[in-house]
């Protein structure tokens, strides 16, 4: 185990006297299981109402009196210029707890996310994204999986065969981030010995599939966009998955989440501030 141990410790950089004689003082210890806790989804990047009524007027509504153009003029007397495409990214934070019993640290591997918007709706999308984590200073590190990543052997536990009909490039990932804050990344998130740790991991959804989805809404609320009153754009979503963590003896250890229901609303303002 000793050996075991120091092979899990070397690829985080973890290679100082100090904590590779803590592992050799605690090598004979049998590994202890983590527990994983889901804590919530929260919605930290979305497109103001404003702009999303700007967007979808003259996709929704049809031209006056069949002039061609006169949808886009109305729209936007209403709502003004319709924004980029680009500039309408809808992003989530997923938070995870890690309690770590053991008296030695352990990594987060993988991390496996499915997100269906408009559950109960006929046009339902699903997305799926699958994250491998990099030691620390790995050059080029996107988190993209390699061969066997997020897979299990457990039927209690997804895996990334059960999101097989999962749209593409519908939920891209942006990497993880701790309590301690910081831009997300995807270097491996430690969970220090004997402690507890608030993983945070940011999904985006493709601009393009998600606005298509909720082009719905937009045609349901057609009337109050040719008479230039507000629109709310709310998302019920379902999500659910599975992290997979390293923990010594035990080798690597799937724990699953979810399913976890909700609606975000679309804002009217940011809601974070600008982190570049």
């Known amino acids: 185990m000793r050996r075991l141990l120091s092979l899990l410790l070397l690829p985080l950089g973890l290679t100082s006297c100090d904590i590779l004689q803590q592992v050799a003082e605690n090598a004979d210890l049998q590994a202890l299981m983590p527990t994983v806790a889901f804590q919530d989804a929260v919605l930290v990047e979305a497109p103001s109402q404003a702009a999303l009524r700007a967007y979808y007027c003259p996709r929704v509504v049809a031209d ?51 997100a269906l918007v408009f559950p109960d709706k006929s046009k339902q999308s ?53 309590a301690l804050g910081g831009k997300p990344g995807f270097e491996m998130p430690q969970v220090t010995q004997e402690s507890k740790v608030l993983v945070k991991a940011r999904f985006t959804f493709g601009p393009q ?49 979810g399913p976890s229901n909700g609606t975000w609303v679309l804002p009217t303002s940011a809601l974070l501030p600008d982190t570049k």
Request: charged share 10%; glycine share 14%; aromatic share 10%.
């Open 64 to 114: 006056p009196f069949g002039v061609p153009g006169g949808a886009k003029t109305l729209c936007q007397g209403f709502f003004g210029v319709a924004p980029a495409l680009s500039s309408l990214k809808v992003s989530f934070d997923l938070g995870f707890l890690v309690d770590n019993p053991n008296r030695f640290p352990i990594p987060v591997a993988e991390l496996l996310t499915g």
């Open 126 to 178: 699903l997305g799926a994204a699958c994250v491998q984590f990099c030691a620390p200073g790995t050059p080029g590190c996107t988190g993209q999986p390699g061969p066997g990543a997020c897979q299990s052997s457990s039927k209690d536990i997804k895996s990334a065969a059960d999101f097989q009909n999962a749209a593409a490039q519908f939920l891209l990932a942006s990497g993880v981030s701790t």
């Open 209 to 257: 599939a998600l606005l298509g989805v909720m082009e719905q809404l937009a045609y349901q609320s057609v009337d109050q966009l040719k008479a230039g009153k507000a629109v709310v754009f709310d998302v019920p979503y379902n999500l659910e998955g599975t992290v997979w963590l390293n923990v010594g003896s035990l080798g690597r250890v799937a724990a699953g989440f």
